[in-house]
């Protein structure tokens, strides 16, 4: 009688102390409504929650989840500023809890994970490097004490890939984080999850998350059309009523290359109003719309995502649009006007606003033909991209070194996504456009051509890794690495950051 009373109190303390992170079916709902950006619902549920059970680890886990997406979507900086005390009062809150659930040290390290990417927004490196350099410690020791917890694999995978993508110049950073880094496995631990996920009921909630992180890491990190189409595919399977989901959805179709599945997945998003507001996707639907050279429709989406995101990232980008369609319009003044506007507003934390500034700085002669080129190249319309290149009257740009040397870029890029065989050739011929006192003959004009590399254009680096590109698809992964460290030797051109990125990922790809 005495065992059998000593029993049942060793069972209900064991369910106690693991009551404290109880995945239930209300923390199970909040966090699914969170996912599809319906955060004013699951607070509801996660208040409710804290009335019966306010020592349950999952509500501040859950709560953090809400501000950090809000951050990472709003890039409100007075949200921020009222939300960062909330880290530390959550932390101290959790580390009263259990230690012995696998949950424990997972959800302090998930919280310095989702505040790291969120002080990366406000350009708070220092602090976001520490916050991970915290969550890899706790998520390593997890991982000792419970292999077996899968979730344990999402978020290691996710440092694994972002560490070890990093240049090596900022190697640095390696050392004071103490991650090692490596973009394979890392993917495989994502991919992992991903499979365990789909098979298993009890973790199938964290499909679109696990979707999203390999959505984000495959189109930063690599060139693989076949992964991107199974991504896609697989949201569109589950996951469309999910602006977030959709988000990944529109970029991926727009990386293969099929701008009009692009507009139809962002005209049919989810509008409903209890959502949180996702800004960037009107962005992107202007961008398409821009692709397929409706201007006027472009026009108007980018002046709805100006007039109502909150955040500075992509507004010098919108506004530089503005300029170009302007310009493609024959409307000068306004063209004029929007330029004004680049300079002032929004920041410089991402390429696109970075090229926008420069372009409107140095204020260089726009071709039209090639901009409506690169402009179909960008929205998949290579046939029609090609046509109108071809149209191009070459002796109205041989002159002009620049608009020579962008000819030829768009002309490669182009025959690269036709499959054509001379693909490297040509890109090899853009390479060899770079020294100011190099000379290139030029058989259509009978001329030879004087032309220079400008450091803020991105031809010649970009160049050399779709050459990397090409001998990787062939087999030859030593000629690949050679120009993939090429693009490494490059500095100070547009686009500096993702396409440095893509030839150090596919490095470590090749050699790990």
């Not at 996707?281 to 100006?306: G, V």
């Not at 036709?418 to 390479?431: A, H, I, Q, T």
Request: with cysteine.
């Amino acid at each position: 009688m005495k065992n059998s009373i000593l029993l049942i109190v060793f069972i209900f303390s064991v369910k106690f102390c693991f009551a404290d992170f109880d995945m239930n079916s209300n923390m199970r709902q909040a966090y699914s409504h969170i996912m599809t950006l319906d955060f004013e619902l699951a607070q509801k549920i996660l208040t409710q929650e804290k009335i019966s059970d306010n020592r349950n680890g999952v509500i501040f886990l859950n709560e953090n989840y809400i501000d950090f997406l809000t951050i990472l979507i709003g890039e409100d900086i007075n949200y921020y500023n009222q939300s960062k005390s909330n880290k530390n009062k959550r932390l101290d809150a959790l580390k009263k809890l259990n230690p012995n659930s696998p949950y424990y040290l997972y959800s302090q390290a998930e919280i310095y994970i989702q505040w790291a990417f969120a002080r990366v927004k406000f350009k708070e490196y220092l602090l976001a490097t520490y916050e991970l350099q915290k969550a890899y410690k706790l998520l390593k020791r997890n991982n000792q004490l419970y292999p077996d917890f899968i979730l344990n694999k999402k978020s290691l995978g996710l440092l694994h890939v972002l560490i070890g993508s990093i240049p090596e110049t900022y190697d640095w950073i390696l050392n004071i984080v103490g991650v090692e880094g490596g973009v394979n496995k890392g993917f495989s631990e994502l991919y992992g999850v991903l499979t365990y996920s789909e098979n298993t009921d009890e973790y199938e909630i964290y499909i679109s998350e696990v979707l999203f992180l390999l959505s984000f890491l495959e189109m930063n990190m690599n060139n693989d059309k076949e992964a991107f189409q199974l991504l896609l595919n697989k949201i569109e399977n589950c996951c469309l009523n999910n602006n977030l989901l959709v988000f990944c959805a529109a970029r991926l179709s727009n990386k293969i290359g099929d701008n009009d599945k692009t507009i139809q997945i962002l005209e049919n998003r989810n509008f409903s109003k209890t959502q949180y507001h996702f800004y960037y996707l009107d962005y992107l639907y202007a961008m398409s719309k821009l692709y397929s050279l409706e201007y006027n429709d472009a026009k108007d989406y980018f002046l709805r995502f100006i007039a109502l995101f909150k955040g500075t990232n992509y507004i010098k980008s919108a506004y530089h649009k503005l300029s170009l369609i302007s310009l493609l319009q024959n409307d000068f003044d306004t063209m004029t006007h929007y330029k004004e506007l680049v300079l002032v507003n929004g920041g410089l934390l991402i390429d696109e606003d970075k090229q926008a500034e420069n372009d409107v700085l140095k204020s260089k002669p726009i071709n039209l033909q090639l901009l409506k080129s690169r402009l179909l190249f960008d929205g998949g319309y290579y046939k029609f991209a090609l046509e109108n290149l071809n149209n191009i009257i070459f002796k109205d740009i041989e002159e002009d070194q620049d608009f020579c040397l962008e000819y030829y870029y768009r002309l490669a890029r182009i025959s690269q996504k036709l499959e054509d065989n001379n693909v490297v050739e040509l890109f090899s011929k853009v390479l060899n456009l770079k020294d100011e006192s190099s000379l290139y003959y030029h058989p259509m004009s009978a001329k030879v051509l004087n032309l220079k590399d400008e450091s803020s254009l991105y031809y010649h680096p970009m160049s050399a890794l779709q050459i990397g590109v090409e001998y990787e698809k062939r087999g030859e992964k030593d000629r690949a690495v050679i120009f993939y460290k090429k693009t490494l030797s490059y500095s100070g051109f547009n686009y500096e950051n993702g396409i440095k990125k893509s030839a150090k990922s596919a490095i470590d790809r090749i050699l790990n």
